[in-house]
């Protein structure tokens, strides 16, 4: 006998053989059994899934010597001949080959004879979605009568292009493309029987590398035994199919997790230098990305990918390691690449790129952003506590203002431009401190709260809100009217509102200013701006701080932003103030700008986004 290929040769010849179509096999032999066959079966399915294979002992199963059977005997003449493919009562029809007209034709006219030696006629059609509407229409009306003596056996692999009518007239089975683990099982057995060498990862990679058909594994062992008498190892099946190493993948897979650059660029090297196909690396790297994906994302993942018992640790492994926006990132910059990958040496450069990126990929899931966030929070919150404290100390500590004043400049005249106020150095003090203080802080700030209770401010007052926030037109509209009253005015802060009279605060130092502020003219005219600007009545009183420090009418937070603007525009107010009027400016803008300089100093440094 000549030489037979090993997938004839390893052809399953009862269906006991057949391997991984569990089902099909008992629904099958159970019809046989029960004698409740069907006149038209269709078997759907993947190539090399066992479709032909069951059809044909389907075909002796019918009609073995010993009778209907589901153990055909394999022995008498009547299955070899359906074995061998030479009985005239068994035909086999490829639908693929010329698309079937003359083969239908024919079938039409001798489907009526009766079998000339089997008990039963037996059309087996293969690839049924192949033929032309004509082979079609002449099918189906076979179908629709057809004769006792006949069995239909259609397969197909593409089953959604089988029209319907013919799809309703037979019995439908699923041929589902075979585990990893049962291919890798079959090819060790073909292996041995033929004394074949062959290393545990050869096989894996081929029967990884089969997707499901078993007549591909075949294949492939059957012409890697043709190579020669060595044993066959990874290498071999890499050159023989240019695919890709899958250990090779899980290392890619650890360099990207490990976000280990030097390993990624040596590997870059390695596959770019030898002759690995690039596209072919990059679409197993997309599969193998997409494993992953499946398995960190499903609960019964490996009902759902295809991986052999030896990988699944391995694979559950990098999972675990990897995030999900990780590997979805990874799965759209690696097709956008093999988009790219084409001959020559522009795609390697393009690959290259792409593993950089890859490996510089960060995920910031919202753990992690909620932690940077909050140690933000605790560092602004922290530093505005320093800076209560510096401005504190400015009223016992006149040396800060006079070192300013030594430069020979106002402490504020040219801030625009930086926040030198407290120098860098005690800014990064301030940051490296941030985490020893934040406890402090905590404390602090209930102290500091309960200390304005009890000065009686109305923290949370609307009114002195509306105040705040129309500030600057407030001051805007009072400088059209009567400059020396604005220019005052502009010297004092808002502080309280008590039985309908909203308070001002003036330094304690300016005794002339309140005196001043406080006549009557000047009363009625800060009044009657205020209710042109806000629509309330209040009336006016201008009071002397007890402690300009704790100018914390305005430290409520809604109105921080405003309170912001309006020191800015007040100082700027101060300067196109009268010459008479002091150099000096008030607390507030001080308070306010210098706090604002310090947050966008951070802002810009730690990238915070509101
Ligand atoms: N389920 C299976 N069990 C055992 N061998 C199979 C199976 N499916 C395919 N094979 C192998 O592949 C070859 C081709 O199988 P075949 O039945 O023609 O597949 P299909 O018709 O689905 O493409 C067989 O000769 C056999 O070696
Ligand atoms: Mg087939
Ligand atoms: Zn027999």
């Not at 071999?236 to 360099?255: A, Q, R």
């Not at 604005?486 to 309908?500: C, D, L, Q, R, S």
């Not at 002091?582 to 700008?593: I, M, T």
């Amino acid at each position: 006998m000549g030489y037979i290929s090993f997938y004839r040769k390893w052809r399953p010849q009862d269906f006991g053989e057949i391997i991984g179509q569990e089902y099909n096999v008992r629904t099958i032999k159970n019809a046989i059994s029960n004698n409740r066959l069907s006149h038209c079966y269709i078997f759907c399915g993947p190539r090399g899934t066992g479709k032909t294979s069951t059809a044909r002992i389907l075909a002796k199963a019918l009609n073995c010597i010993k009778g209907a059977t589901p153990d055909p005997c394999n022995k008498c003449e009547n299955c070899i001949s359906i074995s061998d493919g030479y009985s005239m009562d068994v035909v086999e029809i490829d639908a693929a080959s010329n698309r079937g007209i003359n083969e239908i034709r024919e079938l039409r006219e001798k489907v009526k004879y009766l079998p000339n030696i089997l008990r039963k006629k037996v059309y087996i059609i293969d690839e049924v979605h192949m033929l032309t509407t004509e082979a079609f229409n002449a099918l189906l009306k076979v179908l629709e009568e057809p004769p006792e003596h006949v069995l239909f056996i259609m397969a197909t692999t593409e089953p959604n292009k089988v029209i319907p009518t013919i799809m309703s007239r037979c019995q439908r089975f699923d041929f589902f493309p075979i585990p990893m683990d049962k291919i890798k099982e079959r090819l060790q057995k073909i292996a041995r029987s033929e004394k074949i060498t062959i290393s545990d990862s050869a096989l894996n990679l081929i029967s990884k590398y089969a997707d499901g058909s078993l007549r591909d594994a075949d294949g492939i062992l059957e012409q890697l035994a043709a190579f020669g008498e060595d044993k066959i190892e990874v290498r071999d099946v890499i050159s023989l199919l240019g695919v890709t190493d899958l250990d090779m993948l899980f290392e890619f897979t650890d360099i990207l997790i490990e976000k280990n650059l030097t390993g990624g660029l040596l590997l870059v090297n390695k596959i770019t230098g030898s002759n690995q196909n690039l596209k072919v690396f990059v679409s197993e790297f997309l599969d193998h990305l997409y494993d992953l994906y499946v398995i960190k994302n499903y609960n019964n993942p490996f009902e759902i990918v295809n991986i052999s018992e030896d990988y699944k640790d391995k694979y559950l492994g990098q999972a675990k390691k990897m995030q999900k926006e990780e590997i979805e990132f990874y799965m759209e910059l690696f097709t956008d690449l093999l988009k790219q990958i084409k001959w020559g040496e522009g795609s390697k450069v393009f690959f290259k790129s792409a593993v950089v990126r890859a490996i510089n990929f960060i995920v910031l899931d919202e753990k992690e952003i909620g932690k940077k966030t909050r140690l933000m929070e605790t560092q602004i919150e922290s530093l505005r506590k320093e800076i209560d404290k510096i401005n504190s100390m400015q009223e016992g500590n006149k040396n800060y203002h006079n070192h300013r004043a030594d430069v020979g400049t106002s402490v504020y005249e040219n801030e625009e431009d930086d926040f030198d106020i407290i120098n860098s150095n005690e800014i990064n003090k301030m940051v490296s401190e941030v985490e020893v203080q934040s406890k402090h802080t905590v404390s602090g700030g209930k102290a500091h709260k309960s200390e304005m209770a009890d000065a009686g401010v109305e923290k949370k007052d609307e009114e002195i809100s509306l105040i705040n926030n129309n500030l600057d037109k407030i001051s805007q509209s009072l400088k059209k009217k009567k400059i020396s009253v604005h220019a005052m005015f502009t010297e004092a802060v808002p502080y309280k509102i008590e039985n309908g009279t909203l308070y001002f605060y003036l330094d304690k130092e300016k005794e002339w200013h309140k005196d001043h502020l406080n006549k009557i003219k000047n009363i009625e005219l800060i009044s009657s701006v205020i209710k042109e600007v806000t629509g309330k009545d209040f009336k006016i009183k201008f009071e002397l701080g007890k402690k300009m420090d704790k100018i914390d009418v305005i430290s409520d937070a809604e109105s921080e932003a405003s309170s912001k603007s309006t020191g800015e525009s007040r100082a700027e107010d101060a300067e196109n103030k009268a010459s008479n009027s002091s150099n000096s400016k008030d607390g507030s803008s001080e308070k306010s700008r210098t706090e604002e300089d310090v947050f966008n100093y951070f802002e810009k440094k730690f990238d915070i986004k509101e």
